[in-house]
């Protein structure tokens, strides 16, 4: 058996992203074998004691033996340098993540990081020129092509059920983007990377690309249907004060992948509904993969829930939708770097998303 990876873990507390979908799956069988929390670093050093006291116990459970979790707090340089960790994870504000994502490699550790992956695309690129000289082993927290319908559309593609592929329908919505609690309201500050669509456009470009390849050429639309916006308390209820919002709303996106289909993305963020479809058309058939937000409109998050596929018109079945950051990390274990997005990926998301914007502005195509 394999030396389980020693993980350190920079934005890991009681609550928040990481604690409710990162970290749950790493204290569960095949992970469990795989993975040993030893160190966590957060902010402060009352919710660092605190959150390590949690996670001890429950690696612990999990090892079947007594773990403890090492508390740190203030600079990431503390577990870089921590000689019983040799990967670390970061979970943190977009502000933060370069910074914080540098020391480690600086450090020597190998790096997880959610995307966006730096506040712009300077720090992507940054961190993955820093990481390629080094030597540093990346990946990026882009778990959508993770889902659970993923493969099934790909063995359907591959093994010819739809012939040459011709066209591809791509539409993202979300209700996200109207009203901003604290833990969010960073997302519209002017000096912030990453607006309200652009977390949501990091991770559809990534599926999109990951399931059709890459893109060759395009034209492009980026518009603010939501100059002003609603500033809502802990439970996003608003609180009746409303701001300035100057970031794309929406993305509409149309053009030539390099199989010489052609595409269509619209993106979108701040509407009423949330979810997404999808149609995949071939000379042969089509797919179409759709989400169930006609009878959940409520949730927040587009490809929450599981989706559904037909392949002419017939349903297709699938297995049960696993915790698809439970499969990114269990990729990132076993070695399969062809599975997963690494920083080199990011990069290249980053990229797109700003020949995006210039497409919009310059009002032309791009030819990438």
């Not at 928040?16 to 160190?39: E, N």
């Not at 502000?95 to 020597?108: E, L, M, N, W, Y």
């Not at 004060?241 to 929406?250: L, M, N, W, Y």
């Amino acid at each position: 058996m394999a030396t389980p990876i020693r993980l350190g873990f920079v934005g890991l507390s009681t609550a928040g992203w990481a604690s409710r979908d990162l970290a749950p799956p790493l204290f569960k069988s095949p992970l469990s074998s795989k993975y040993s929390l030893v160190a966590l670093s957060t902010s402060r050093a009352e919710s660092a004691e605190v959150s390590a006291e949690k996670y001890s116990k429950l690696a612990s459970e999990a090892a079947g033996t007594k773990v403890e979790v090492k508390p740190y707090h203030g600079s990431a340089e503390h577990i870089a340098r921590d000689k019983d960790v040799d990967m670390v994870a970061v979970s943190i504000n977009v502000i933060d993540q370069a910074t914080v994502a540098s020391k480690i490699i600086d450090g020597g550790k190998n790096l997880f990081i959610e995307w966006p992956a730096g506040n712009r695309l300077e720090d992507t690129k940054a961190l993955y020129d820093a990481a390629k000289a080094k030597g540093i082993k990346t990946a990026v927290g882009l778990q959508l092509r993770f889902s659970h319908f993923v493969p099934k559309v790909k063995s359907i593609i591959e093994s010819g059920g739809l012939g040459k592929i011709v066209s591809s329908d791509f539409h993202v919505f979300a209700n996200f983007g109207t009203v901003f609690p604290p833990i969010v309201q960073y997302l519209i500050n002017p000096s912030t990377g990453a607006g309200p669509l652009d977390i949501i456009a990091g991770h559809s470009f990534d599926l999109f690309m990951h399931v059709l390849g890459p893109l060759a050429s395009f034209s492009a639309v980026a518009k603010n249907q939501l100059p002003l916006v609603s500033i809502g308390d802990s439970n996003w209820i608003p609180t009746g004060e409303t701001v300035p919002q100057g970031k794309p709303t929406q993305y509409c996106v149309s053009g030539i992948l390099t199989s010489g289909a052609t595409f269509n993305l619209h993106l979108e963020a701040g509407v009423s509904e949330t979810g997404f479809t999808w149609v995949i058309q071939g000379e042969k058939g089509r797919v179409r993969i759709t989400d169930v937000s006609e009878t959940e409109p409520w949730k927040s998050q587009p490809f929450a829930l599981p989706a559904r596929i037909y392949h002419n018109g017939q349903r297709v079945e699938l297995p049960a939708e696993e915790n698809r950051s439970g499969l990114l990390w269990e990729a990132i274990a076993d070695g399969k770097e062809e599975m997963y997005a690494t920083l080199e990926q990011a990069v290249k998301i980053k990229e797109l998303l700003r020949e995006v914007l210039r497409s919009s502005e310059e009002g032309r195509r791009i030819d990438l």
